[in-house]
């Protein structure tokens, strides 16, 4: 069955990189993405990677997957406290038609 | 430009009690589903849909029923509420895939609570 799992918390120093990671069991997944949530809010798209592609960058973000392991790994440079939420990896497959699977979400700290 | 909208925000429901809560997209979306996110479980899929007079089932569907009879609403229905169903329940659409951005926009979730 479908899998996706992430570390439950993740601690940075302001200023410095924040890598989350994220394995997933499904080799057919289309799509992986990654949702940020900040507390009492929905999820919003930070970024998604179409699975024959194995890096995308967008401004401080760095998407990078591995198909080969099933790891997909969210890099944000230069993290900041409006940074600090809880990030979420999903995978769709087929497209997307029946909607995502994701991992229980990774709680980044900003530290000063 | 609304996106998802849903309501309500907030409810409490007495066990044995039936609601709807509303979701509609007005970005002319065919893909909707429907999750909940309970503490330490993330989201979990309950119901989809692939467009109107489609629905499915998704991880956890018992205790809830959908229809989508329009491309734009996609009504969740809690058939008798239980204690276990209280969560924050999160609406989504998307667009076909290469129909511009893919992913899922999610609405601001509606907050049960079920006494």
């Known amino acids: 069955g479908e899998d996706v799992e992430q570390s439950l918390f993740l601690s940075v120093r302001e200023g410095d990189s924040s890598v989350i990671n994220c394995t997933y069991t499904?080799?057919?997944?289309?799509?992986l993405y990654w949702y940020k949530q900040e507390p009492g809010a929905g999820l919003q798209l930070l970024t998604y990677?179409?699975?024959?592609?194995d890096m995308k960058q967008d401004q401080r973000l760095t998407v990078l997957l591995n198909k080969k392991d099933k790891h997909l790994s969210l890099r944000i440079a230069d993290t900041q406290t409006g940074d600090s939420a809880i990030y979420f990896c999903a995978e769709s497959i087929g497209g997307g038609a029946d909607g995502l699977t994701f991992g229980k979400g990774t709680h980044l700290i900003i530290q000063p | 430009n609304a996106g998802v909208t849903q309501t309500p925000k907030f409810q409490v429901l007495k066990t044995g009690q039936s609601m709807t809560l509303q979701c509609a997209q007005d970005m002319n979306h065919e893909y909707m589903s429907w999750y909940r996110q309970d503490p330490g479980m993330g989201l979990r899929l309950i119901h989809y849909s692939v467009g109107a007079g489609i629905t499915d089932q998704g991880e956890v569907p018992n205790g809830y029923n959908v229809s989508r009879s329009t491309t734009e609403d996609f009504p969740l229905r809690l058939l008798s509420a239980a204690p276990s169903q209280t969560s924050v329940y999160f609406c989504?659409?998307?667009?076909?895939?290469?129909?511009?951005?893919?992913?899922?926009?999610f609405g601001s979730g509606t907050r049960l609570t079920v006494v």
């Open positions: 990677i179409f699975s024959n592609m």
């Open positions: 499904d080799s057919s997944s289309t799509y």
């Open positions: 989504a659409s998307s667009s076909l895939p290469g129909q511009g951005l893919n992913g899922y926009t």
